[in-house]
T-cell receptor, first 111, second 115 residues
Framework: GEDVEQSLFLSVREGDSSVINCTYTDSSSTYLYWYKQEPGAGLQLLTYIFSNMDMKQDQRLTVLLNKKDKHLSLRIADTQTGDSAIYFCAETSTGRRALTFGSGTRLQVQP | DTGVSQDPRHKITKRGQNVTFRCDPISEHNRLYWYRQTLGQGPEFLTYFQNEAQLEKSRLLSDRFSAERPKGSFSTLEIQRTEQGDSAMYLC?????????????FGSGTQLSVL
């Protein structure tokens, strides 16, 4: 079945760039997403990318997709303390409504 | 409209009791989803509605779980004879079929604790 894996924890200093990585197993994945979850809150959609794209940039966020290696990354430029949260990678494929989520990467931003 | 709304935010119940959660999606969204999230894990898909029709159910959705969306607007998720293993955050999400790529908007969830 589908599986999504992420590293558990990342710590960066304020102002540095953060790179959060994700790997997935489903070669038919069509859409890939990054969600952010703050304590006690639901998930907020940050950005998404279609599988026919290699890169997508949205303000401080850059998503890179390596479809051959089934690797997705999220780069946050100029990381701020407000970026501290858990970041989830998710994927789905055409015709499948369920998203498969990774276990999340906790990003800690140190002042 | 301020987003997906879930009620209650927290629910504590004793093992064996029944509980019901409510979700109000974003008003123009015709797709509604229920997910479950346990501590340290990502959300796991439970079920999906297109308007009032329940079109997909996960293997996780045992026969003690039932979800409805009677008029294609709000939805309820009922758990009968709760077990301690049901303790989790229950998340509702909605999306529009006019948007490609299943962009889900999540509510803040209902945290269930079964004692």
């Amino acid at each position: 079945g589908e599986d999504v894996e992420q590293s558990l924890f990342l710590s960066v200093r304020e102002g540095d760039s953060s790179v959060i990585n994700c790997t997935y197993t489903d070669s038919s994945s069509t859409y890939l997403y990054w969600y952010k979850q703050e304590p006690g809150a639901g998930l907020q959609l940050l950005t998404y990318i279609f599988s026919n794209m290699d890169m997508k940039q949205d303000q401080r966020l850059t998503v890179l997709l390596n479809k051959k290696d089934k690797h997705l990354s999220l780069r946050i430029a100029d990381t701020q303390t407000g970026d501290s949260a858990i970041y989830f990678c998710a994927e789905t494929s055409t015709g499948r409504r369920a998203l498969t989520f990774g276990s999340g990467t906790r990003l800690q931003v140190q002042p | 409209d301020t987003g997906v709304s879930q009620d209650p935010r927290h629910k504590i119940t004793k093992r064996g009791q029944n509980v019901t959660f409510r979700c109000d999606p974003i008003s123009e969204h015709n797709r509604l989803y229920w997910y479950r999230q346990t501590l340290g894990q990502g959300p796991e898909f439970l079920t999906y509605f297109q308007n009032e029709a329940q079109l997909e159910k996960s293997r996780l959705l045992s026969d003690r779980f039932s979800a409805e969306r009677p008029k294609g607007s709000f939805s309820t998720l009922e758990i009968q004879r709760t077990e301690q293993g049901d303790s989790a955050m229950y998340l509702c999400a909605s999306s529009s079929d006019r948007a490609s790529g299943e962009k889900l908007f999540f509510g803040s969830g209902t945290q269930l604790s079964v004692l």
